[in-house]
T-cell receptor, first 117, second 114 residues
Framework: AQTVTQSQPEMSVQEAETVTLSCTYD???????LFWYKQPPSRQMILVIR??????QNATENRFSVNFQKAAKSFSLKISDSQLGDAAMYFC??????????????FGQGTILTVHP | ETGVTQSPTHLIKTRGQQVTLRCSSQ?????VSWYQQALGQGPQFIFQ???????GRGNFPPRFSGLQFPNYSSELNVNALELDDSALYLC?????????????FGPGTRLLVL
């Protein structure tokens, strides 16, 4: 079974600074997807960024980028120019691409990000 | 906002009772997944429905069941409630069954079992 580990229960950053959230995962599969989701206090989970395992190039989405190290099974999220609205719980998630291919996501424990003005 | 709605927002039940949670997917989305999120934890996959049929299931007992309707709405039913069922229940709709399909989450229903 796949597992996802987020070793940082809480992180904080000053507004306009950069912060990196860590995520490691364990899998024996070669084809999969990785995601970062954001869950603000309003509770609605929002997709931040997605990475396909077969792509070597790291995904970027505006101020959000990932560092995907497939051999190390590491998938960190970098938030540049942090804004107050970035404050939320961030979840790393894993999804199997093959097999039955139904949309089961396996989530980590989450990292609470605080942004200080 | 993701266009996915859930009702009710909060619910209190007692052990042994049955509960029905509702989800309205984005228009055109034929797939809905349900997750259970215990306090301070990441969501756990319960099951997925595709075109009104269960398409995949996580490690949850049969007392967790679901229905999906043609009008993009769905239900999660939990029988014989246990204290450990207290959690936030999230539904997520998507345009297909694969994990690569973006899942749009609702705001959740907070269930408390006493």
């Amino acid at each position: 079974a796949q597992t996802v580990t987020q070793s940082q229960p809480e992180m904080s950053v000053q507004e306009a600074e950069t912060v990196t959230l860590s995520c490691t995962y364990d899998t024996s599969e070669s084809d999969y997807y990785l995601f970062w989701y954001k869950q603000p206090p309003s509770r609605q989970m929002i997709l931040v960024i997605r990475q396909e395992a077969y792509k070597q190039q790291n995904a970027t989405e505006n101020r959000f980028s990932v560092n995907f190290q497939k051999a190390a099974k590491s998938f960190s999220l970098k938030i540049s120019d942090s804004q107050l609205g970035d404050a939320a719980m961030y979840f790393c998630a894993y999804g199997t691409a093959g097999g039955t291919s139904y949309g089961k996501l396996t989530f980590g424990q989450g990292t609470i990000l605080t942004v200080h003005p | 906002e993701t266009g996915v709605t859930q009702s009710p927002t909060h619910l209190i039940k007692t052990r042994g009772q049955q509960v029905t949670l509702r989800c309205s997917s984005q228009s055109g989305h034929n797939t809905v997944s349900w997750y259970q999120q215990a306090l301070g934890q990441g969501p756990q996959f319960i099951f997925q429905y595709y075109r009104e049929e269960e398409n995949g299931r996580g490690n949850f007992p049969p007392r967790f069941s679901g229905l999906q309707f043609p009008n993009y709405s769905s239900e999660l039913n939990v029988n014989a409630l246990e204290l450990d069922d207290s959690a936030l229940y999230l539904c997520a709709s998507s345009g297909g069954t694969g994990v690569w399909e973006t899942q749009y989450f609702g705001p959740g229903t907070r269930l408390l079992v006493l």
